[in-house]
């Protein structure tokens, strides 16, 4: 069983910067799609950034600009750097390992809180 565990996660003020990363029990990100997902009180998760196992990234129009999602070189972590954060950037944020066909399981975190204050 995969494990993900995030971590980098905290109270900042807005226009701060903060840097999660996620770190894997094996090399998972070299056959899973990398991603991060967040969840605000009272909403749904969401998507926030994602990368292929080729390292085709792609961004939800809302942190376009200002985060990117990194894949480290092992394939056992990932990062999210977070520039220029508001205060509706304020939620749980998850990382997850996503199959790529229907026979793969997806792996999720336990989430790491990030508070942006205004």
């Known amino acids: 069983q995969v494990q993900l565990v995030e971590s980098g996660g905290g109270l900042v003020q807005a226009g701060g910067s903060l840097r999660l990363s996620c770190a894997a029990s094996?090399?998972?990100?070299?056959?899973?799609?990398a991603g991060w997902w967040r969840q605000a009180p009272g909403k749904q998760r969401e998507f926030v950034a994602g990368?292929?196992?080729?390292?085709?990234?792609n961004y939800a129009n809302s942190v376009k600009g200002r985060f990117t999602i990194a894949v480290g070189d092992a394939k056992t972590t990932i990062f999210l750097q977070m520039n220029s954060l508001k205060p509706e950037d304020t939620a749980v944020y998850y990382c997850?390992?996503?199959?790529?066909?229907?026979?793969?399981?997806?792996?999720w975190g336990q989430g790491t809180q990030v508070t942006v204050s205004s």
């Open positions: 094996e090399s998972i990100f070299s056959s899973h799609n």
């Open positions: 997850a390992a996503l199959g790529t066909n229907p026979m793969e399981h997806d792996y």
């Open positions: 990368a292929t196992p080729g390292g085709i990234p």
